[in-house]
């Protein structure tokens, strides 16, 4: 179990750092089928949830520290949409803990669903990536961060594949300074989330320190990748990563129906 879990992070930890998604998203799904597949156990989806939650958080610090340093972090949106989706995403992984599995990957379906739509439909308005400036409309920012976060923390995910397609369609902020942005964002709500899912006794103890371990490394990789790519590229590998996530969850809907 250790060995899997390490190698599913090495991956989530990458697409962290190279599409600012935190992670879980396709994490999430290859825990719940990957040790099963190789007959060494299955993990509920709440202890699924709790880990892929403190996954998030270390691989968002970890890729976070390579777009800063590239100027690729739009703060006024890390700090307008992050503090409400910390708090809400603690509230909503205590929530879960009164959820059934099956309503779990329910509402992780449609926020998926969600994500791709909005990312077909987006155009590339190709405006300057310059932080310092572009403005966000705060009351949709604020908006924003109360129902990632509320999603992310029922999921146990960092909320980075919602957000990002939130950041580029209704605040209008270039790809590439969204997928920075993501990761700065997704570390407040991982943060509040982690402690939601520790205290509610939702994470394996033991079980975590390969994901965390996993995740560290592989961010820093993904973020320094992600700076080579062209926003088209990025957007691309956006959608085919939530594509396939929604084929994973979709299946173990039906395994659980």
Do not use: W
């Amino acid at each position: 179990m250790f060995l899997i879990l390490f190698c599913i992070s090495l991956l989530g930890g990458f697409l962290s750092g190279l599409l600012g998604i935190g992670g879980a998203v396709i994490l999430i799904p290859l825990m719940l089928t990957l040790p099963q597949l190789f007959g060494i156990g299955a993990l509920s989806m709440k202890s699924v949830a709790g880990l892929s939650m403190v996954q998030v958080l270390f691989a968002s610090i970890s890729g976070m520290a390579v777009h800063r340093k590239n100027r690729m972090v739009h703060f006024q949106s890390q700090y307008t949409i992050g503090i409400p989706m910390g708090l809400f995403s603690l509230s909503g992984a205590y929530l879960s803990k009164f959820m059934s599995n099956y309503l779990i990957m329910i509402i992780f379906f449609l926020i998926v669903l969600l994500a791709l739509f909005m990312l077909i439909l987006y155009k590339d308005d190709r405006r300057e990536e310059i932080p310092d400036k572009i403005r966000v409309n705060s009351p949709l920012a604020l908006a924003a961060g109360v129902f990632t976060g509320t999603f992310s923390g029922i999921v146990g995910a960092g909320g980075g594949f919602i957000l990002i397609p939130i950041m580029i369609t209704v605040l209008k902020l270039p790809v590439r300074l969204a997928v920075g942005t993501s990761l700065g964002v997704v570390f407040i709500g991982a943060l509040l989330g982690s402690i939601g899912k520790i205290v509610s006794l939702q994470v394996d103890f033991l079980l975590v320190i390969p994901v965390i371990i996993g995740s560290l490394a592989a961010a820093q990789i993904g973020a320094r990748v992600s700076r080579k790519l062209t926003t088209k590229m990025l957007r691309v590998l956006l959608i085919i990563t939530i594509i396939l996530t929604l084929l994973q969850v979709i299946s173990k809907l039906v395994g659980l129906s």
